[in-house]
C-alpha cells in the first residue's frame, strides 16, 4: 500500500520543468541594483520602446539616476512615500525605479480611480509627492489640499514620440484629447523640464532589502482599500522566483515583454516590468490595452512574451484586426487573475504556437504563487504549481488549523518570501490574514496528487472585471449615498468580454422612483469606471438573514436560477 500524498512531500516538485529548481540561492540585490546590472549588460540593448520611441539600458538608468537625485533636491528622503499615478510611460518606469533607488516608499495609483479613492489611498500611505500625468492635473490640484501631498510633477503622453509624431502631437493633441494645457501653479513642475536640471552623477544610499519599498494597495472586503506593505526583499525575490520559472523559455535571453498589463497593478509591476528590467529584456509600452492596440503593437514590434489578463486575449480573439495580424513572434503568454476559457486557450495557442500558462497570485504576495509549466504539463483549469520556494496548504475553512487531504476542498495558504510583511495601519487584519509566518488567501482551493492546484471559488463576494478586483460593498456603500435608495446589494455576473460585471439589487425608498441610468450616473463619480454596475434590478424587499443582514449569497443563486430559466 502506498503511503498517502501530503503537502509536506510537495509532489508538485516532480512536474517542475528540468531547469526549475526547487530552491533558488537568491542573490542579494534589490531592483535597483537589478537595473544597474543589465544597464552594464546591455547598455545598448532596448529596455523601453513607447509608439517607437526607444530608450535603451544605458539610457533608463541616468534618466532614473537624474530623477532619484531631482526627487532629493524636492526634499524626499528614505521612508518617504512617492505616489505614482501613471499608465504605462517611460515616466512611470523611471520614476518608480528613481523613488525606489533613494529608499522612498512608492505607492502605485490607478489612473482610473475616482477622486475619493485617491484621496484615501494618498492619505492612508501619507504620500508627500505625486508624479502624474497632464491630463489628471486639474482634478490633482484641486484635490491636493484634501492630502499631505506638497508638489506634482506631471508629464505628458507626447514627451517621448518618435519624428514625426513629435512633432505632429501637440498639432492634434488636445483636440484628440491627448494632452492638456496645465496652469502655472505653486509647488507643480513639468517633467522634463525638470529631468534635464540634474546630473546623472547619484551617490548611492544605504539600504537593506528588508525595509519597505511600496505600499500596494488592494480592493477590502470592507469596502476601504488596504495598503500592501512589500519590502525590497519581496520585490527582488518575487523577480528571481518569476526568472527561474521563465528560464528555459527564455535560454535566449533577449525577450521583447508586451508591456500591457498595468504598471499600476502588481500583476504588471512584476511580471512584466520587474520581470523584464532584472532579465535585461526589452519592454513595448501600452499605456491603453484595447484589443485595437494590442494587436497593431503585436504587428509593428514583434513581442515574444506576452502576460495578459483573460480579457486582453478574448478582445484581440474577437477583433476585425486579428486577421491582419501575425501573432508567431510570441512564444510565451502568461494569463492571470481570472480562469481563462479552454477554447480561448486552444485558439490563441493555434494563432501563436504559444502556450498559455495560467498562474495565480495576490496582491498580498508580490503577487505570484503558482504557474503552469511552460513546457511540461499544463492542466487547463489548474492555477498551476507553487513557485520555487513556496509552500502551500489546504487548511480547513472553521478554524484554518486544521490540513484537509489531497483531494478535498479547503483554504488555500501559502507561506514563501514573496509574501507581504503586512497590511498598513491595519494590525488587526494583518494577524487575522498572516498567521504563523502563513498567508491565509481566502480563496476555496484543492491540490491533486500530483501537486497542481485548482481555486474552486474565488474569495468571499469578489468580483473580477476586465482583470481588475471589485468589491461589491465598495459599490454598495457608494449607492447607499443615494437618498432615494433605502437598501442596495451588488453582485458578480457573467460578461462576454470582461468575464464578469456588476449587478445592482436595489429598493427604493417609499414614494421615491429612479431609472436604471440614474443609478449607474449617479455612481459615475464615486468609482472607477470598471466597477460601475451596468445592471440594476428594482426589488421591493431583498432576502436577509435572521439578524438582517442582505444576503449575497441567495442573490447570486437566484440570479443564477433565472438564467437557467
Not at 504598471?263 to 504588471?268: E, K, R
Not at 437598501?487 to 468580454?497: R, V
Request: aromatic share 8%; charged share 20%; glycine share 6%.
Amino acid at each position: 500500500m502506498t503511503q498517502a500524498v501530503t503537502y509536506q512531500d510537495k509532489p508538485w516538485l516532480q512536474h517542475y520543468e528540468q531547469a526549475v529548481p526547487a530552491s533558488i540561492d537568491y542573490y542579494e540585490q534589490s531592483l535597483s541594483e537589478q537595473l544597474e546590472q543589465s544597464a552594464a549588460k546591455f547598455p545598448k540593448r532596448m529596455a523601453l520602446s513607447f509608439q517607437g520611441y526607444e530608450v535603451n539600458y544605458q539610457q533608463l538608468l541616468t534618466m532614473v539616476n537624474r530623477f532619484a537625485n531631482c526627487l532629493q533636491n524636492l526634499g524626499v528622503h528614505k521612508g518617504d512615500s512617492v505616489s505614482i499615478l501613471l499608465p504605462n510611460l517611460i515616466p512611470c518606469v523611471v520614476a518608480y525605479h528613481a523613488a525606489l533607488k533613494i529608499g522612498a516608499i512608492v505607492v502605485m495609483n490607478n489612473p482610473l480611480y475616482s477622486d475619493p479613492e485617491l484621496e484615501h489611498q494618498f492619505n492612508d500611505s501619507n504620500s508627500k509627492i505625486l508624479i502624474t500625468l497632464d491630463l489628471l492635473m486639474k482634478r490633482m490640484v484641486a484635490l491636493r489640499s484634501k492630502t499631505k501631498i506638497k508638489k506634482i510633477i506631471y508629464t505628458s503622453i507626447g514627451d517621448y514620440l518618435p519624428f514625426p509624431k513629435s512633432i505632429l502631437f501637440p498639432l492634434v493633441a488636445k483636440k484628440k484629447g491627448l494632452a492638456a494645457a496645465v496652469t502655472p501653479t505653486k509647488g507643480v513642475y513639468k517633467w522634463k523640464d525638470l529631468l534635464k536640471k540634474f546630473s546623472a552623477n547619484f551617490k548611492k544610499q544605504p539600504s537593506s532589502l528588508n525595509d519597505l519599498a511600496m505600499y500596494q494597495y488592494t480592493g477590502g472586503t470592507t469596502g476601504v482599500s488596504k495598503g500592501v506593505m512589500l519590502s525590497h526583499r519581496n520585490l527582488s525575490y518575487q523577480t528571481q522566483q518569476l526568472d527561474a520559472w521563465f528560464s528555459s523559455f527564455a535560454s535566449g535571453g533577449n525577450e521583447v515583454m508586451l508591456g500591457a498589463l498595468p504598471f499600476f497593478h502588481v500583476f504588471g509591476l512584476s511580471c512584466s516590468m520587474n520581470l523584464a528590467i532584472s532579465a535585461g529584456w526589452g519592454n513595448i509600452l501600452i499605456p491603453k490595452p484595447q484589443p485595437a492596440e494590442l494587436l497593431e503593437a503585436i504587428r509593428k514590434f514583434h513581442p515574444t512574451f506576452a502576460p495578459l489578463v483573460p480579457t486582453m486575449f478574448i478582445g484581440m480573439l474577437n477583433h476585425p484586426d486579428i486577421e491582419k495580424t501575425d501573432l508567431t513572434s510570441i512564444k510565451g503568454c502568461f494569463s492571470g487573475s481570472a480562469p481563462l476559457p479552454v477554447e480561448v486557450i486552444k485558439e490563441f495557442s493555434q494563432k501563436t504556437g504559444s502556450t498559455i500558462s495560467e498562474g495565480f497570485g495576490l496582491t498580498e504576495s508580490t503577487p505570484v504563487t503558482h504557474i503552469n509549466p511552460m513546457k511540461g504539463k499544463c492542466k487547463i483549469g489548474s492555477i498551476g504549481l507553487p513557485l520555487p520556494d513556496t509552500d502551500c496548504r489546504i487548511v480547513d475553512l472553521e478554524t484554518g488549523e486544521r490540513e484537509i487531504p489531497v483531494g478535498a476542498v479547503g483554504e488555500l495558504i501559502i507561506r514563501g518570501p514573496q509574501v507581504m510583511q503586512g497590511y498598513l495601519n491595519r494590525p488587526e487584519e494583518t494577524a487575522e490574514t498572516l498567521r504563523d509566518g502563513w498567508l491565509y488567501t481566502g480563496d476555496i482551493a484543492r491540490m491533486d496528487e500530483e501537486g497542481y492546484f485548482f481555486i474552486v471559488d474565488r474569495k468571499k463576494d469578489m468580483v473580477i472585471c476586465s482583470g481588475f478586483n471589485v468589491y461589491p460593498r465598495d459599490i454598495d456603500e457608494v449607492l447607499f449615498q443615494n437618498h432615494s435608495i433605502e437598501e442596495a446589494c451588488c453582485i458578480g455576473i457573467p460578461h462576454p468580454t470582461r468575464g464578469e460585471q456588476v449587478k445592482a439589487f436595489v429598493v427604493l425608498k417609499e414614494g421615491k422612483k429612479l431609472t436604471e441610468k440614474e443609478v449607474i450616473d449617479f455612481c459615475k463619480d464615486k468609482l472607477a469606471v470598471y466597477k460601475l454596475p451596468t445592471q440594476v434590478e428594482f426589488r421591493k424587499e431583498l432576502p436577509k438573514s435572521n439578524v438582517g443582514k442582505i444576503l449575497r449569497k441567495d442573490l447570486r443563486e437566484q440570479e443564477l436560477q433565472a438564467k437557467k430559466a
